[in-house]
């Protein structure tokens, strides 16, 4: 694969086969590591039909290398499945920088997200349709399935430390998915979660790998504060973890004076206000977008907004897991050419394009310098500014049509000529309210009622004490409701209780009580 074979060398490539028993038994023209590489030199050039995409792997080697007809390519990819490549990207799935280089951590803390991607087209078959079912819009069903995939991204580099595969999306949702990658988190990371992922038994299982966690809350949510800090924040408990919850009104001021105002609450394990000032959570918080950016990498520019090739699973599973190891690759390639500097100054195109030019030279001298380096190198890109994003919705059957027209987004990337936190005071805690019990009201029962008739029994004996049994008999009512409706009568005050299960009308009421 030219000079991305330094980083995934054949010695390696042969490990894993021998591991996951995919290691041919005897000499073959088409041996498996050769599979590994044409499979992953597919994802590379998803536009080209896999004899060209052959064609370009041994371009270097003239007459001398084999050319199989397309039949042989597909039985080569059917020997290998998908196995291998999955366990290929679990040895490649590593932390590539450490985060105390420029742009990767957050003092100290390794900033990593996960999020799920649901925008892989793939072919519209049978089987491909009986795994991943049909993808439903607001305008009927769409012309192809996707994929439900989950990944767990570090942020400051790009890389991806793990992803998951999940059935239909109506059965397998996003927090299912995160769960089995749970076990990629250790001490020292900071794991940035969208209103998705806010649900207390999910954080509990977060926060008990040892990671914190940053976490935009759900609308519904409305914690009570316990502690109120310093800074402003407060501190509250989901379930019996105590965490720290930011209230931020953001206002962006545009170039010619326009204002964006944004709430964001967020909730955080980083309990120390000293350390973690509240504006530098909120200000953090949108870190998290990195891993979009990580998908619009893997769809937009490496696969151009192609669909996937294979029309049943073993074969989408094997494309998906050799998609995400180019894209691992690639990421090695840009962090290792900008060493001490923030890898977001990585051009990903430019290091794409040099892998593919690079395929067709064959492999690389020792001596000389890799390509990939040198093209990153010389078209770095600018500092990231702050800017407000447009969010336009193109496609039409898109369920975000309608959040876009309620945003007050500009209608073109604005620059940010001023960014200002101001952290909210908690919430005042909410009066204590009965949803079953009603105010009392002042207007008499009103006529032929329960009440109405409970009310001219009483009053035939104003200071007898009336239990449930006597009540139900004079009134010949004997719906099971009657005692719950005498607890509540007695609340609001039209009845007293002196005893358990014993009533009298209350003097103030006895000409006339609250509405019924």
């Avoid at 500014?385 to 876009?404: F, G, L, Q, W």
């Amino acid at each position: 694969m030219g000079a991305l074979t330094a980083y995934l060398p054949p010695e390696l490539v042969e490990a894993v086969l021998a591991e996951t028993g995919r290691l041919q038994q005897r000499l073959r023209l088409l041996p498996s590591v050769c599979g590994v590489y044409f499979v992953l030199t597919m994802c590379l050039f998803p536009h080209l039909g896999m004899a060209l995409v052959w064609e370009k792997l041994i371009h270097a080697w003239g007459t001398r290398a084999t050319r199989p007809t397309a039949a042989a390519l597909r039985h080569l990819r059917a020997r290998l499945g998908p196995a291998p490549l999955r366990a290929l990207f679990e040895v490649l799935a590593v932390p590539l920088a450490s985060p105390r280089t420029p742009g990767v951590g957050y003092r100290g803390l390794r900033t990593v997200a996960f999020d799920g991607c649901h925008s892989l087209h793939v072919p519209d078959t049978v089987d491909n349709r009986a795994w991943l079912g049909r993808v439903r819009t607001r305008l009927g069903w769409a012309g192809y399935p996707a994929l439900n995939v989950m990944t767990l991204l570090d942020t400051g580099t790009r890389g991806l430390l793990g992803a998951s595969i999940g059935e239909n999306r109506r059965l397998c949702g996003e927090r299912d998915l995160a769960r089995t990658l749970l076990h990629r988190l250790t001490t020292g990371m900071l794991v940035l979660l969208d209103r998705g992922f806010d649900a207390n038994d999910f954080l509990s299982q977060v926060h008990a790998t040892g990671a914190d966690f940053l976490v935009r809350m759900a609308a519904l949510r409305t914690p009570r504060a316990h502690t109120v800090l310093p800074d402003g924040s407060f501190l509250t408990t989901f379930g019996t973890l105590t965490v720290r919850i930011v209230h931020a009104r953001l206002t962006l001021t545009g170039p010619e004076g326009e204002l964006l105002e944004h709430d964001y609450r967020l909730a955080t394990t980083l309990l120390d206000p000293v350390r973690h000032p509240a504006g530098d959570i909120a200000r953090l918080y949108h870190e998290r977008w990195e891993i979009e950016t990580g998908y619009r990498e893997i769809r937009a520019t490496t696969r151009a907004g192609r669909p996937l090739r294979s029309g049943h699973r073993a074969g989408l599973e094997q494309e998906l897991w050799a998609m995400l190891i180019c894209h691992q690759l690639l990421r090695m390639a840009i962090t290792d050419a900008l060493p001490g500097r923030d890898p977001d100054r990585g051009c990903y195109t430019a290091a794409l394009e040099a892998a593919r030019a690079s395929i067709t030279t064959g492999p690389l001298p020792d001596d000389r310098p890799n390509p990939i380096h040198h093209s990153v190198q010389r078209h770095q890109l600018p500092p990231r500014r702050a800017r407000i994003s447009a969010r336009r919705v193109k496609h039409p059957t898109s369920r975000y049509i309608a959040c876009e027209r309620s945003l007050p987004r500009p209608r073109a990337s604005t620059p940010v000529i001023k960014l200002h936190v101001a952290i909210q005071p908690p919430p005042p805690p909410p009066p204590p309210r009965n949803l079953h019990i009603r105010r009392p009201g002042t207007q008499p029962a009103l006529p032929g009622t329960r009440r109405a008739r409970l009310t001219a029994l009483m009053r035939t004996r104003p200071d007898h004490l009336w239990t449930v049994t006597e009540l139900t008999t004079g009134l010949g009512d004997t719906s099971r409701g009657l005692r719950t409706q005498l607890t509540e009568w007695a609340t609001l005050g039209f009845l007293e209780r002196p005893e358990q299960g014993h009533y009298r009308l209350s003097p103030t009421f006895l000409t006339e009580g609250p509405e019924s």
